[in-house]
């Protein structure tokens, strides 16, 4: 059981490139949700669904996009990359039971540096 | 924006020593949740505990405790004996009414041997 996948672990960008942060579970979760992990800031909230087909953004949304299109798969892209955001960043998953959150279920993260 | 707050950046203590960490969350809601969640060195985000805002049984589970007061809006977490092992970084999460789970800043747990 695979659980959280998040490709790739490590990724060394230009300032100005995009790319995409990949994000892909097995879990049948209808949560997900991206986070980014800096020093001192703890974990914040960048985007999340509910369920394939809707997102809404969280805490620190700007600079990146986000897409629903199957319930397993939460890709993150980054436009137009800053060193602003070079951070580790963290899919998880859970599933959802009426109204009762769920522990999230966490990937390894990707560890992303902007030059 | 509704904050949870965890004051203690760092926290060293030596082993089998008690140590509680503070969480103080702010809410709008009636209902919500709290979570803990721990992250080892190695990096992975570990869940530890979910309580509703309608049930303020203080938990035990082994060496971790959990004492939840809505009169003063903190969810803390104690750990008796403390063990090299528990060496992490510490986060606590609520969950609101728009679906968002927001978490603290976290508090690095050092126990020396």
């Known amino acids: 059981n695979a659980g959280v996948t998040q490709t790739p672990k490590f990724q060394v960008l230009k300032t100005g490139q995009s790319m995409t942060l990949q994000c892909a579970q097995d879990?049948?979760?209808?949560?997900m949700s991206w986070y980014r992990q800096d020093p001192g800031m703890g974990l914040r909230l960048i985007h999340y669904?509910?369920?394939?087909?809707?997102?809404d953004q969280g805490e620190v949304p700007n600079g990146y996009n986000v897409s629903r299109s199957t319930t397993e798969d939460f890709p993150l892209r980054l436009l137009s990359a800053a060193p602003s955001q070079t951070s580790v960043y963290f899919c998880?998953?859970?599933?959802?039971?009426?109204?009762?959150?769920?522990?999230?279920?966490f990937g390894d993260g990707t560890r992303l540096s902007i030059l | 924006a509704q904050k949870v707050t965890q004051a203690q950046t760092e926290i060293s203590v030596v082993e089998k020593e008690d140590v509680t960490l503070d969480c103080v969350y702010e809410?709008?809601?009636?209902?919500?949740?709290l979570f803990w969640y721990k992250q080892p060195p190695s990096g992975e985000l570990v869940f530890l505990i979910r309580?509703?805002?309608?049930?303020?049984q203080n938990e035990i589970s082994g060496r971790y405790s959990w004492n939840f007061q809505k009169s003063t809006s903190s969810f803390n977490f104690t750990i008796t004996a403390s063990q090299v092992v528990d060496s992490a970084v510490y986060f606590c999460?609520?969950?609101?009414?728009?679906?968002?789970?927001?978490f603290g800043s976290g508090t690095r747990l050092s126990i020396r041997p």
């Open positions: 309580r509703n805002s309608f049930d303020e």
């Open positions: 809410t709008r809601d009636t209902t919500y949740y």
């Open positions: 999460a609520r969950y609101s009414s728009a679906s968002k789970i927001i």
């Open positions: 669904s509910v369920g394939a087909g809707i997102t």
């Open positions: 998880a998953s859970s599933p959802t039971a009426d109204s009762t959150p769920q522990p999230q279920h």
């Open positions: 879990m049948n979760h209808e949560y």
